[in-house]
């Protein structure tokens, strides 16, 4: 079984930041790709960025120049900096992990969700 752990998440006015963090534990041989998706209250989940072993990274279109994507391969572990924060980027935000495990095989997880607000 593999958990991951999310952290980092609150309330902060327009234009600060807020740093998410996500840990990966339990049955792990190795992680692929790791990722950062959110929700907005009435809309589909959506890919905010997302991260290979190797460091390539790709993000949404709304995000890019103001969030970067990082991982930390020895603690398994992601982060997202997020600065420049608009009111539209207020949703839960839920951490993803593409876990290969000798026993299962490959397998996405998922956390359990953190929430930011972005006042205006």
């Given at each position: 079984?593999?958990?991951?752990?999310?952290?980092?998440?609150g309330?902060v006015?327009?234009?600060?930041?807020?740093?998410?963090?996500?840990?990966?534990?339990?049955?792990?041989?190795?992680?692929?790709?790791?990722?950062?998706?959110r929700?907005?209250?009435?809309?589909?989940?959506?890919?905010?960025?997302?991260?290979?072993?190797?460091?390539?990274?790709?993000?949404?279109d709304?995000v890019?120049?103001?969030?970067?994507?990082?991982?930390d391969?020895?603690?398994?572990?992601?982060?997202?900096?997020?600065?420049?924060?608009?009111p539209?980027?207020?949703?839960?935000?839920?951490?993803n992990?593409?876990?290969?495990?000798?026993?299962?095989?490959?397998k996405?997880?998922?956390?359990?969700?953190?929430?930011?607000?972005?006042?205006?």
């Amino acid at each position: 079984q593999v958990q991951l752990v999310e952290s980092g998440g609150g309330l902060v006015q327009a234009g600060g930041s807020l740093r998410l963090s996500c840990a990966a534990s339990g049955s792990i041989f190795s992680i692929n790709a790791m990722g950062w998706y959110r929700q907005a209250p009435g809309k589909q989940r959506e890919l905010v960025a997302a991260i290979t072993s190797g460091g390539s990274t790709n993000y949404a279109d709304s995000v890019k120049g103001r969030f970067t994507i990082s991982r930390d391969n020895a603690k398994n572990t992601v982060y997202l900096q997020m600065n420049s924060l608009k009111p539209e980027d207020t949703a839960v935000y839920y951490c993803n992990a593409d876990v290969y495990n000798i026993r299962v095989g490959s397998k996405d997880y998922w956390g359990q969700g953190t929430q930011v607000t972005v006042s205006s």
